[in-house]
């Protein structure tokens, strides 16, 4: 492109800020003057604000990165943003530690051959790469890419690469592929294609196993969906599902099925509809091959009672906008295929296609494969017909059914060659290693389903020597005299955006850092041939005494961000666990068992087998047993042949007691709340909490008195606040050691309860704020007092270490720090610097993101005005993907948080206590 | 029969413990210091590496060390009582054991005031909690119980070595009497020049009234204010107004038992049986008794208001202490404190020593397992279930515990050889 | 001259005493030790009650009073709320003044009984008259 084009794209996209990726010598150390403040760059103490986009998963959400001192420091989600609008999820939170991981590969690293990695440089690394590649060639063995998830101009380039050098481009690897849903469609409508689920134009949602809120797709979309549908009158939402899930829990009502029962729901509900004649009726030979299932059956099969499933039809009937997603553990079963194409039918059948259905915005997974790409690839492997193989930003040796073997196969390629960001195990296995940058340190562009342009820009200068997969791929195709019209990556993207935008376009994708682009419309038809063909001779499994079930975590997505510290620190919402495996369970069945929390069993399935703690789960149903699928990677699972998607769920398991306990990080003391009201039970609703006498005079506040409203009805126990707040606070991550001793540092929890029916309430707990705080007057040092903006405060160098506070706080909020917190370099860098840090022997705890509200106090000042309602938001509240958590001044009587506070539905936890707390929570219903 | 020989006889019996020690005393000397030395050194691995290293953790934050802290304050207490309480009443077994008892009051002080250090997160500027102005003029909270226990622990610390000290006074003249050489002169030193004067006497005879005055609502006081650091909370199990009167009376019950346990063995080494008479010890058995039942009483009327006043908070404490996760200690508590002292009911083990001592050991053993059910249950198991959580010591914890224990009877011993262990002057107006 | 008398019985000193007063010795003339405290020497001279007692009366006042302003005094120079409690919360400050009542009573007293019963004695700290087992009168030079 003209140089002229680019320096003017560089200057829209750069702005008034400082060009990180430009300063080749960024390790000068020169010490700057500040005498005269340098007209860009590096302000002291001022944050940027940068957009980009989160790549901890293929979701692509949109990010607002803060910049301080040249370091990003926390992430937020991008308000706005058509993927996330303003939330963004525990493992976005905990990008910054891939960022700043400490096992990050640093350089390009090459095994000898001792087996030992040596460092060497990025022009011999690909050097190499490229004479082995034409080596290759000559010899006739297949050179590979497999490649994660791409998306954008990312794709472009890749393609183009490949083409160029003769590279076959494999399908992309993702253990989460989607594979069964989207060759269901391509089955029933021609679109093998991923939708876009509009669940706010909804007024009856019914899931089928689609992990909604932990993983499926887009979570903290379908989170913000849910918050909006939810608003409407009546909203309805049915999950369907034989675990327990987060999304089970946050459903309205959650129906446990038989494991492998999906289909015959299905089949049920689509017979019982189509001859209530109401809806548009399924073509005969569709209808034909139907398998026909009874609502007697069908109550047999599923375990659902014949008086619910027919409500469950009647329910579809009646409701106005019904919308059904099936997918996760539904699809991941031998009989997946089908349920995804019975789906697919009911889905047409009550008019969702189209409508809120949309295959015209689809998710962007067209090139991802299956597993059946990676079982051809290790029979390639297997035949010695691989060169050159190159590994980019995918982990398929820790992911892939054990089955596979993959990591034995993988030796007999010619050269393997890793593009990643860990040193980790898998990056082990290859031959050349070349460090991948982090997407805060790349320039790319992202479409995360069609229609959606999302910006990643630099926020920061690379820490380590590293390169993103576009700059290797230029790089690479410059060093073979091909024709690469580029410079570098960063022109190629201008280039790429300067020919598909116009000037508008380009503006605000600078500005905002997203763009909605037009999408055309797709039209469906309904294949019924091939559809009926498909849906013939499968058949629905039968219940086996043990189910085993590997639910997707929350926490890890498919295991990929297991390695980043925070969330191992950060408890599984349901279980409550932080660190270690384990085997949930019905606590019947355990009871049955003799089994406790803790204790050991033998789980066996085939020829695999572990030794794992239970967990009791309330609401679990009692054949089933749950296993988080992050956490098995070695169970050989096997493959579905005809969609080429894993087999998440297992019959047949053999469970065995092994007599003995382990340690296992549990961190709830209890998963009841013993009928104290910390969630209010709804059938007491009309009971309204006595008028608290007061003993002494409450104290007046002047202009500010800061509160929080925690809505119930709309936090579904995400953790997302949790792991924003440890960012943004520089909350120390302990480990499994003190977490097995209850010395978690959270300054806010998730507090799941589960009442008799196994139904879970969730609770974010955090320092309430007391206007009459018992942990205030036994401070014999006036570490902890009340400020005349209804904080209560805790002075850390005020602070002895007495822990008298902590103990006379009825909602356990405060945290010691028993050790000196370590952050493993480069990690401190990931500190804000608005925070003091804590040393050991002090007291510490939630201020409230006091420091955002002091940010806020110096900007109204500047501008002569109090500030803003909505002005100040916690670290909790904005990355809450469902706007839960609200905060600002109770004197304020036009603010939000006033209002709420005098919601029917407020109440504030032990209120009885008198403590007066300025967190008040809004119940559900 | 007042004779001259009588107090020549006293005197030197008395006056025989502060001569040459044996291979026993240093023995247990050196054993004592040596768990003492091990403490210290446990104490400092704690300072380098951070209250980690106990068991402590959320929400349990208070363990081992407050349990020791209040037990050791507990132990001081008899002290006061027999000194104080008993010269007002003019029980005169008192003079059999008062110095002990003193002596024990101030050593037990000392191990306790320790404590409150030791489990400080951050012991290098425990300063900030005396009363003086910070550089920012801030003064310490007068709220906060603890500032309280500072001035509490502080004057009955004063108060008892000023108590102390008096009645020591013409017991130091009398050995600067009999000794010679050094020691000669350090308890002529010592006794400030004591002639036993009429003057001086007259004055002894008010400020010992006084200051037994004194010191007598602080026998009341000091564990009250200690049981505030509880009551004053808002846990349930602590917030209770029985507190006051429930830990005096088990602070008493701990110290009779502590002072049985050093008395015995002392008479018997120091051959004090003339002086030391079994009917003595009878009385201060049904101290011990009356304490017993007291306490007992007290537990039950704990149970009876958390059951009356049907407070899901407190029933659900009052049922985990006595089922839960440390109920083998609640019932270990039971046993010690309310059961096996009622067998002091019968006269002829009231006056069995062997017997008395094992009981003494039990209820010290019961009184501190008390105050870390106490302590313990009441965190481990308060509002909120999700936070609910169980505290094992660590061995850094329990070593250091015993130093405590290897300081106080090493402080003992030396008391032993080094003062006389009976008040010679008062025993004298009773021969 | 001074006579001095040696009993090595109570009965023996106290009947000597009281020969010696009722024969008109007067009580300034006689001093008087004995191995532990007899009262009734104190009524047989029936002496003065003494000003000791102003010392614990000064000292517990002083420190009653001089606790409370402490504690009100240091609340209101920096008046920081804790729990939503009054800045002069009188309860937990009349602890103080409680403590300091005691703390300081005792110490008044003990310097009190110092500075009457004339002790250390300083000039002859090394070497003191004896504390004898004997019960002692001496008598000072009769005058005319």
Aim: proline share 6%.
């Amino acid at each position: 492109m003209e140089r002229r084009d680019f320096l003017q794209l560089l200057g829209l996209f750069s702005g008034a800020a400082m060009l990180p990726g430009c300063s080749e010598n960024r390790s000068a150390g020169k010490l700057v003057s500040y005498l005269v403040p340098p007209d860009e760059g590096v302000l002291p103490g001022a944050a940027l604000y940068l957009p980009s986009t989160c790549g901890e998963c293929p979701a692509g959400c949109g990010l607002t990165v803060r910049v301080s001192e040249g370091r990003a420091v926390k992430l937020e989600g991008r308000a706005g943003h058509p993927v996330n609008d303003g939330g963004l999820c525990m493992r976005g939170q905990a990008a910054l530690w891939r960022l700043y991981h400490p096992e990050r590969l640093r350089n390009p690293l090459r095994r000898d051959g001792a087996g030992q990695f040596q460092p060497l440089s990025w022009d011999e690394a690909l050097t190499l790469v490229v004479e082995e590649l034409e080596q290759a060639r000559q010899e006739g063995r297949a050179n590979l890419l497999l490649s994660g998830r791409t998306t954008g101009t990312l794709t472009e380039l890749q393609q183009h690469f490949c083409r160029q050098l003769g590279v076959e481009p494999l399908p992309q690897f993702e253990i989460f592929s989607h594979a069964a849903l989207r060759k269901a469609y391509g089955i029933l409508f021609g679109q093998a294609e991923l939708p876009h689920y509009r669940i706010d134009q909804a007024d009856l949602l019914l899931s089928i196993g689609a992990d909604l809120l932990e993983t499926f797709v887009s979570p903290v979309g379908y989170a913000r969906q849910f918050s909006r549908a939810i608003k409407q009158d009546g909203f309805q939402w049915l999950h369907a599902e034989p675990h327990y899930s987060l999304t089970g829990a946050n459903a309205t009502e959650r129906l446990v099925l038989n494991p492998g029962s999906e289909a015959a729901l299905l089949s049920f509900l689509l017979l019982r509809i189509e001859s209530s004649g109401q809806e548009g009726r399924l073509p005969r030979q569709l209808l034909r091959a139907l398998p026909a299932v009874s609502a007697g059956q069908a109550a047999r099969l599923t375990g659902l009672a014949e008086e619910r499933l027919e409500r469950l039809a009647k329910q579809l009937l009646l409701a106005e906008r019904p919308l059904l997603i099936a997918g996760g553990i539904a699809t991941g079963q031998p009989n997946g295929l089908q349920t995804a194409l019975l789906a697919g039918l009911l889905q047409q059948q009550l008019g969702m296609i189209g409508s809120r259905i949309e295959f015209a915005r689809a998710e962007n997974y067209a090139a991802v494969g299956s597993l059946h790409d990676l079982q051809r690839l290790a029979e390639r492997l297997e035949q010695d017909r691989v060169g050159v193989l190159l590994v980019c930003a995918a982990d398929p040796l820790a992911r892939a059914p054990a089955a596979l073997d993959l990591p034995g196969k993988f030796k007999r390629a010619g050269l393997r060659v890793g593009l990643c960001d860990l040193f980790d195990d898998s990056a082990r296995q290859f031959d050349l290693l070349l460090p991948l940058s982090h997407p805060l340190e790349s320039w790319g562009d992202a479409v995360p389903r069609k229609g959606v342009l999302s910006l990643l820009k630099p926020a920061l200068d690379p820490l380590h020597d590293s390169r993103s997969a576009g700059e290797v791929w230029l790089e690479l195709l410059r060093r073979s005299a091909k024709p690469a019209e580029s410079a570098s990556y960063q022109e190629y993207l201008f280039d790429v955006w300067h020919r598909r935008l116009d000037e508008r376009q380009l503006q605000q994708f600078a500005e905002q850092g997203y763009l909605s682009l037009p999408v055309a419309a797709v039209p469906l038809r309904l294949q019924a041939e091939r559809a009926a063909g498909q849906l013939a001779g499968a058949e629905t499994a039968v219940a086996a005494p043990w189910s085993l079930v590997l639910a997707p975590s929350i926490r890890s997505f498919d295991g990929r961000s297991g390695s980043l510290p925070l969330l191992s620190e950060l408890p599984d919402p349901l279980s409550t666990v932080s660190y270690g495996r384990w085997l949930a369970m019905a606590p019947a069945a355990a009871q049955a068992l003799q089994l406790e929390d803790r204790d050991l069993v033998r789980v066996a399935a085939g020829d695999w087998s572990a030794d794992l703690p239970v967990r009791l789960q309330p609401g679990l149903a009692a054949s089933v047993l749950m296993i988080q699928g992050d956490l098995l990677p070695e169970a050989s699972l096997p493959i579905d042949p005809r969609s080429g998607e894993l087999v998440r769920v297992l019959d047949g398991v053999r469970l065995e007691k092994l007599g003995s306990a382990a340690q296992l990080a549990i961190l709830a003391g209890s998963s009841s709340q013993h009928g104290r009201g910390l969630i209010p039970d709804p059938a007491h609703h009309a009971e309204i909490p006595p008028e608290q006498s007061r003993f002494y005079r409450a104290h007046p506040h002047k202009e500010y008195r800061w509160a929080m409203t925690v809505d119930l009805e709309l936090c579904i126990g995400c953790a997302a606040c949790a792991a924003a707040c440890y960012v943004e606070n520089n909350v120390p991550v302990v480990g499994r050691r003190d977490h097995l001793r209850g010395r978690e540092m959270s300054w806010l929890r998730i507090e799941p309860f589960y009442d008799q029916a196994g139904r879970a309430g969730f609770l974010p707990m955090l320092c309430q704020h007391c206007h009459n705080a018992p942990c205030e007057p036994v401070c014999p040092v006036y570490a902890a007092y009340h400020n005349p903006e209804g904080l209560n405060v805790q002075v850390y160098q005020r602070c002895v270490g007495t822990r008298y506070c902590s103990n006379n706080c009825p909602y356990k909020v405060r945290r010691f720090n028993w050790w000196q917190p370590q952050w493993q370099a480069p990690l401190e860098q990931m500190r804000n610097p608005d925070l003091a840090a804590r040393d050991r022997g002090v007291m510490e705890k939630c201020t409230f993101c006091v420091q955002r509200i002091r940010r806020a106090r110096d900007r109204a000042r500047d501008e002569e005005r109090p500030i803003r309602d909505g002005e100040v938001v916690t670290a909790c509240g904005q990355s809450c993907p469902t706007g839960a958590i609200r905060f600002g001044n109770l004197l304020d009587e036009q603010s939000a948080v006033y209002r709420l506070a005098r919601s029917e539905r407020a109440y504030r936890v032990f209120a009885e206590l008198g403590t007066e707390p300025s967190v008040y929570y809004l119940r559900k219903g | 029969m007042k004779s001259l020989a009588a107090r020549e006889k006293l005197e030197q019996d008395v006056l025989k413990g502060l001569r040459r020690p044996g291979k026993w005393y240093l023995l247990g000397l050196a054993c004592c210091a040596l768990l003492f030395l091990g403490a210290l050194g446990l104490w400092g691995y704690q300072l380098s590496r951070g209250l980690g290293v106990t068991g402590l953790m959320h929400p349990v934050g208070w363990g081992v060390y407050i349990t020791n802290f209040v037990f050791w304050v507990g132990i001081a207490h008899s002290g006061t009582l027999i000194s104080a309480v008993l010269f007002l009443f003019r029980a005169r077994f008192r003079s059999s054991f008062n110095r002990a008892a003193e002596a024990m009051t101030i050593f037990a002080l000392m191990v306790a005031g320790l404590f409150p250090l030791i489990h400080l997160g951050r012991v290098w500027i425990f300063y900030y909690l005396f009363p003086y102005p910070s550089q920012r003029t801030l003064w310490p909270n007068f709220r906060s119980p603890l500032v309280w226990d500072v001035f509490a622990i502080s004057t009955y610390m004063i108060v008892s070595l000023v108590f102390f000290y008096l009645g020591t006074l013409p017991d130091l003249a009398i050995a600067r009497r009999r000794l010679s050489g050094i020691r000669a002169r350090i308890y002529s030193v010592l006794s400030l020049g004591w002639t036993g004067s009429h003057g001086q006497w007259k004055q002894y005879g008010r400020l010992y009234l006084f200051l037994a005055a004194f010191a007598t609502p602080l026998v009341a006081s000091v564990h009250s204010i200690v049981s505030w650091d509880f009551a004053v909370s808002i846990l349930p199990g602590w917030h209770t107004t029985i507190f006051a009167p429930y830990f005096v009376a088990g602070a008493i019950l701990s110290g009779t038992a502590m002072v049985i346990i050093l008395v015995v063995p002392l008479r018997r080494a120091l051959q004090l049986q003339p002086y030391i008479s079994i009917d003595h010890f009878e009385a201060i058995a049904k101290i011990l008794l009356l304490t017993s039942l007291i306490v007992s009483y007290a537990y039950l009327v704990e149970y009876g208001l958390a059951f009356y006043g049907h407070n899901q908070f407190e029933m659900e404490l009052f049922r985990y202490r006595a089922l839960g996760h440390y109920r083998a200690l609640f019932w270990l508590m039971i046993v010690c404190n309310s059961l096996v002292p009622l067998t002091l009911f019968i006269r002829r083990l009231r006056r069995n020593l062997a017997y008395l001592f094992a009981v003494s050991l039990l209820v010290t053993l019961g009184m501190w397992v008390e105050r870390f059910v106490l302590i313990v249950t009441s965190l481990a198991h308060d509002f909120d279930p999700y936070a609910w959580g169980t505290y094992t010591p660590s061995w850094v914890e329990i070593g250091i515990t015993c130093g405590s224990f290897g300081l106080f009877f090493m402080l003992f011993l030396i008391f032993v050889k080094t003062v006389p262990v009976l008040s010679m002057s008062e025993l004298k107006e009773r021969l | 001259m001074a006579r001095t008398y040696r009993y090595a019985e109570q009965e023996e000193f106290m009947d000597k005493l009281r020969e010696l007063l009722q024969s008109g010795v007067g009580k300034e003339q006689l001093q008087l030790y004995t191995p532990y405290h007899l009262p009734e020497v104190e009524q047989l001279l029936a002496l003065p009650p003494g000003r000791l007692r102003l010392f614990p009366l000064i000292g517990g006042l002083g420190g009653f009073f001089g606790g409370l302003a402490l504690t009100v005094y240091t609340a209101l120079s920096w008046p920081l709320i804790t729990g939503g409690k009054p800045i002069v919360s009188l309860p937990p400050f009349l602890i103080i003044a409680y403590l300091l009542t005691i703390l300081f009573g005792s110490l008044a007293s003990f310097a009190g009984f110092l500075l009457l019963a004339r002790l250390p004695e300083l000039d002859n700290l090394l070497d003191p008259g004896e504390f004898s087992n004997y019960f002692i009168i001496v008598v000072a030079g009769e005058r005319p």
